[in-house]
């Protein structure tokens, strides 16, 4: 399923628990990491593997997305191999 807000997000969350949620930072009402806090804020949305796909490689926001409980950041141009590796990984 594909949504494009964070409040889109946490609607889709109230009626689905997602095998894993693939973020975007840059969203429209904001950046993607107030979902990643939402989702580790609550326990029923903390077993979810988050994976980051964005244009931001700097490696300061992906130690602190990491920390946050992001299970895989990767950056743009994306290695589709190793996206698809990956994807199968986390679910």
Known sequence: HSVTTIKDAKQYLTERIPSLLLLDLNLPDGSGEVLVSYMQSEAKYQDIPIM??????????????????????????LDVAAFTKKIRELI
């Open 52 to 77: 980051i796909l964005s244009a931001d490689a700097l490696p300061e926001t992906i130690k602190r997305l990491e920390a946050a409980g992001v299970m895989e950041y990767m950056t743009k141009p």
